[in-house]
């Protein structure tokens, strides 16, 4: 074929993306997990679709950084209580089942960490903090996602979250660089904690 995908346009997008970032809301997120940490809170992740995976990427590497996280709708997830973190990652902020544990979480007591591409959304506007990613060009024509998968309602080709995907990944594994020195957690403190499972 002889055709280079486009990568250089997609990463030029996600650090675009990332140069956006506003740095007191970078610095409002790493407070509250250094917080959450200290305190040995319980945090909990939610995303739906590829927003999900970024989500259990990132609670992964808090659970090396010994956090006492977990994946919302897991069946060991224990319940989200008054003081706990619940991380939604939503481009849209109004996928229903990422606003609705954010819902769940604030009726108990729970802190609220979100990362979106839309300030107005539902999501935001739920949210103690909210750290702003653009890359989502424009909301769904539905605001839920499982519904969208059953009927088949797919983007393009590098669909519209893609570089908020992207770019979400990107900054969530930068923050944990940054968690592992205001933690003092070392490396080896991480691989002590990884899965030894062949």
Known sequence: MGTRP?????????EQSLDLVKPEQADRFMET???AYREKRVVGVVGAGR???????????????????FVIGETITPAIRDGDILLAVSGSGDTALTVSSAQVA??????????????????????DVVL???????????????????????????????????SVSVLLDSMVTELMRLLNVRESDMLNRHSTVP
């Open 51 to 69: 927003s999900g995976l970024v989500a259990k990427s990132f609670a992964m590497r808090l659970m090396h950084l010994g956090f006492n996280v």
């Open 33 to 35: 997990f250094v917080t």
């Open 106 to 127: 604030k009726r108990v007591g729970a802190k609220v960490v979100s990362i979106t591409s839309f300030p107005n959304s539902n999501l935001a506007k739920l949210s």
């Open 132 to 166: 702003i990613v653009s890359g989502r060009a424009q909301r769904t024509r539905s605001i839920d996602y499982f519904s969208r998968q059953l009927l088949g309602i797919h983007e393009p080709l590098a669909p519209l979250g893609t570089v908020f995907e992207l």
């Open 6 to 14: 486009p990568f250089h346009d997609l990463l030029r997008a996600v």
